[in-house]
């Protein structure tokens, strides 16, 4: 039942509109789909869910103007996870990899899979603020 919760929840709460961060997000979920070992797509697929969190950061004013992109998934993360110091790992392949600069570490698809999860707890963090000021909202209305 809570899967259904959720899953009503995100329908209640993410942007209807053409959102670049909704777009990107199912773009890294297609390409997931396509990967394999005559095709691999793992370099993609990393960066769609990367400019998913980006987009989205943006979007929900979480990412400022003036602030690396790093500082603000740092400031963030550090609220929604015990341990977040490895995050910025991440977000620097990213960066390297949209340069097209030689990274330390091969992409992999566990690196895809955390890349998605970091985007995973970011919309679902936003989505529960949204549904706790609804819900605060209708306690005052009553």
Same mark, same amino acid.
């Given at each position: 039942?809570?899967?259904? &919760?959720?899953?009503?929840?995100?329908?209640?709460?993410?942007? !209807? =509109?053409?959102?670049?961060?909704?777009n990107a997000y199912v773009t890294g979920i297609s390409f997931m789909g396509k990967n394999d070992i005559h095709t691999p797509f793992e370099k993609e697929i990393f960066l769609q869910f990367f400019h998913a969190l980006l987009?989205?950061?943006?979007?929900?004013?979480?990412?400022?103007?003036? +602030?690396?992109? +790093?500082?603000?998934? @740092?400031? #963030?993360?550090?609220?929604?996870?015990?341990?977040?110091?490895?995050?910025?790992?991440?977000?620097?392949?990213? +960066? @390297?990899?949209?340069? @097209?600069? !030689?990274?330390?570490?091969?992409?992999?698809?566990?690196?895809?899979?955390?890349?998605?999860?970091?985007? =995973?707890?970011?919309?679902?963090?936003?989505?529960?603020?949204?549904? *706790?000021? *609804?819900? *605060? !909202? &209708?306690? &005052? #209305? &009553?």
């Amino acid at each position: 039942m809570s899967e259904l &919760n959720h899953a009503v929840m995100c329908y209640r709460f993410l942007p !209807k =509109d053409n959102v670049d961060f909704l777009n990107a997000y199912v773009t890294g979920i297609s390409f997931m789909g396509k990967n394999d070992i005559h095709t691999p797509f793992e370099k993609e697929i990393f960066l769609q869910f990367f400019h998913a969190l980006l987009y989205a950061m943006k979007f929900y004013k979480d990412y400022k103007d003036g +602030e690396s992109f +790093e500082e603000a998934v @740092d400031r #963030v993360f550090k609220l929604l996870m015990k341990d977040s110091s490895g995050i910025k790992e991440y977000i620097q392949m990213a +960066e @390297d990899l949209k340069k @097209d600069k !030689k990274l330390d570490k091969k992409i992999t698809l566990s690196e895809c899979g955390i890349m998605k999860i970091l985007f =995973d707890v970011y919309v679902q963090h936003r989505i529960n603020l949204m549904a *706790e000021k *609804e819900l *605060e !909202k &209708n306690k &005052n #209305v &009553n």
